[in-house]
């Protein structure tokens, strides 16, 4: 089967060289003419562990194209995805400028039948405006072509993308008709030797699927970011209790973590945007505006410590940070915690000097040079007033403790993942503050 994916971003090009990988011709679309012309001499431009092998695989073996011309490989391909970006406009709905301008450029070219999924995070009811697009220029054009669309959230979570794709927990399909599922139960077959399910249903319940999946699991990390913050006060410790109950089948151990909020491209964007749905249908939803409302405040957690420490005095403090990716194992930095604390820590006057195994090229571009980047964990901390530990990255949990010591001006840590042992950190005659405990 030949398939194009359009928008080459995270998902796309995820997507697309996993379908590869599973012996499906894919046409990987995008109107970035630097990606795709890097994407065709194999310049990857995420990092993802694995990912850059399976593209050159996949590439070499022919299977893999890229292409800026959607038109090019349309006449070729029976399915569709749509992977293109949904930014959260002004009001925080989600803005489907780039998902109906694929279906325009769809209805302007097509010359057979299609199936155009939908891959990209969008509202209910997105795929009847995808329809009426595709439509409208059909008309325009005075031609008769039938086409299908689909809905087909993607739950990938970056730093473990490829793994999430090919062996997911569920594939969620909305379809309006047996043609739509038939090519989409053709196209997933290959997962399904891996014992995994497609989850076949109607198209509003695929497209609300995607974004209560993500409130869902941000409720959780702000109902325990929320439980942290009163384990503080009361003295218990949030990761006993996430333990104790974690262990609970009804409940289960993931996502369960306290720490400086929840970042990146998908929760607070889905979050909002799901915010923005109930409100345009006049549902408050009240649980996730809590949700939203606990985040927010956390990101600014790790800097109130920081500040009370000080007595509110931290201008001309020279701050460690390490970690600057909204989590370990991607350069992503979109709605990093990293950002809120490095604006605060500016504005008070304090000098920052950060260290990201990965993420320091990403920094720079975002913020340039308002803070200084260390070559590793240990330039980082010379002479500094404190270590702000932002992002759990392996290299930073086995640090050597007595050489940090040496280095720092103030023996002061203040671990936004709590990831270090309360007790190990004070017999090493640190100051330390975590979350929670
Ligand atoms: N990043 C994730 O981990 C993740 C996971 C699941 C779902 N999602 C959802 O998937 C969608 C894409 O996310 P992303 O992070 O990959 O986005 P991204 O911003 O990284 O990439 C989007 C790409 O689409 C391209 N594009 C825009 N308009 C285009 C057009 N008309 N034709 C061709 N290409 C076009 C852009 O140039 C860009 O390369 C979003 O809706 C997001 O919410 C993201
Ligand atoms: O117990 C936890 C788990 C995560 N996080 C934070 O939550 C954010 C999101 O983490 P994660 O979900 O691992 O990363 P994403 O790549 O953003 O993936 C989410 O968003 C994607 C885009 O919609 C979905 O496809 C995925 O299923 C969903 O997990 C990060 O800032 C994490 O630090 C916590 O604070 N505590």
């Known amino acids: 089967m030949k398939i194009a994916i359009v928008g080459t971003g995270y998902v796309g ?33 995420i990092y993802e562990p694995g990912l850059e092998d399976m593209v050159h695989r996949n590439q070499q073996a022919g299977r893999l194209q890229f292409t800026t011309d959607l038109t ?27 998902v109906l301008e694929v279906a325009r450029t769809v209805g302007r070219n097509m010359k057979k039948h299609i199936l155009v999924v939908t891959k990209s995070t969008v509202p209910v009811g997105t795929a009847k405006k995808v329809r009426r697009a595709i439509q409208e220029e059909l008309d325009k054009r005075g031609v008769e072509i039938e086409f299908d669309v689909a809905s087909n959230p993607e739950f990938l979570k970056e730093g473990a993308a490829i793994s999430d794709f090919m062996s997911p927990d569920r594939v969620v399909v909305g379809v309006e008709s047996e043609r739509a599922e038939e090519l989409m139960t053709r196209l997933y077959r290959p997962f399904l030797l891996n014992n995994f399910r497609v989850i076949f249903m109607d198209v509003p319940s695929a497209e609300m699927t995607k974004y209560a999946a993500n409130a869902m699991l941000a409720t959780r990390i702000s109902f ?42 998908c929760f607070p964007k889905d979050v909002k945007a799901l915010i923005n749905t109930a409100k345009q249908n006049n549902y408050p939803m009240r649980i996730l505006q809590a949700v939203e409302e606990v985040n927010d405040e956390q990101k600014s957690l790790l800097f109130h410590k920081l500040e009370k420490h000080f007595n509110g005095d931290l201008k001309g403090k020279r701050i460690a940070i390490w970690g600057l990716a909204f989590k370990p194992e991607t350069d992503d930095m979109r709605e990093a915690p990293s950002l809120v604390l490095i604006e605060k820590l500016l504005a008070a006057g304090c000098e920052v000097y950060a260290y990201d195994p990965v993420a320091v090229e990403e920094s720079k571009r975002r913020i340039g040079d308002v803070i200084h980047y260390a070559k590793d964990i240990y330039d980082a901390v010379v002479d500094a007033d404190a270590l702000m530990l932002v992002t759990e990255w392996k290299e930073f949990r ?29 017999e090493n005659g640190f100051i330390y503050h975590c979350i929670g405990r």
């Open 72 to 98: 090019e490989c349309l006449d070729e391909v029976e399915v569709l995805f749509s992977a293109v970006g949904t930014p959260p406009d002004e009001d925080g709905s989600a803005d489907l400028k780039y």
């Open 224 to 265: 325990m970011n929320d439980i942290a913050n009163l384990c503080e006060i009361i003295g218990a410790d949030v990761n006993m209790v996430r333990k104790g109950i974690g262990s609970d089948n009804r409940i289960g151990n993931r996502f369960l973590y306290a720490g400086i909020g929840y970042g990146g491209s």
């Open 398 to 426: 086995m640090p050597s403790w007595s050489a940090i010591k040496k280095l720092m001006a103030t023996p002061l840590v203040l671990d936004g993942r709590n990831i270090y042992d309360i007790k190990e950190m004070e």
């Open 13 to 45: 090009l995820v997507t697309g060289t996993c379908f590869a990988e599973m012996g499906t011709e894919v046409f990987c679309v995008d109107v970035n003419t630097e990606k795709i012309e890097n994407l065709k001499k194999g310049i990857i431009p």
